[in-house]
Nanobody
């Protein structure tokens, strides 16, 4: 069982930056691929980024490529999402997720989810 707790969301102006953190419980964190997804009001949940257990493989949605960076610290059981050059369309609830195995871009492949953290980007 893995429990995930996100933090770091907030209100930021367009062009600004935020860093989200996701703290995971459990001794086998380093065995899990981790993902970030987001859901805006009235929209479906969408993939943002994912990282392999070692951190050696990452994938990004086209909409965030070059602006967002996913990383992890297995000693701290934490995964991060550094978000730069934020746009109003990045406004959403951001969710951290975990799966045992390879990093995937689809939400239904993930077994564990956090409660989400709100990110609001003002224009």
């Amino acid at each position: 069982q893995v429990q995930l707790v996100e933090s770091g969301g907030g209100l930021v102006q367009a062009g600004g930056s935020l860093r989200l953190s996701c703290a995971a419980s459990g001794r086998t964190f380093s065995s899990y691929a981790m993902g970030w997804f987001r859901q805006a009001p009235g929209k479906e949940r969408e993939f943002v980024a994912t990282i392999s257990w070692s951190g050696g493989t990452t994938y990004y949605a086209d909409s965030v490529k070059g602006r967002f960076t996913i990383s992890r610290d297995n000693d701290k059981n934490t995964v991060y999402l550094q978000m730069n050059s934020l746009k109003p369309e990045d406004t959403a609830v951001y969710y951290c997720s975990a799966r045992y195995g390879l990093p995937m871009r689809t939400g239904y492949d993930y077994d564990y989810w956090g409660q989400g953290t709100q990110v609001t980007v003002s224009s």
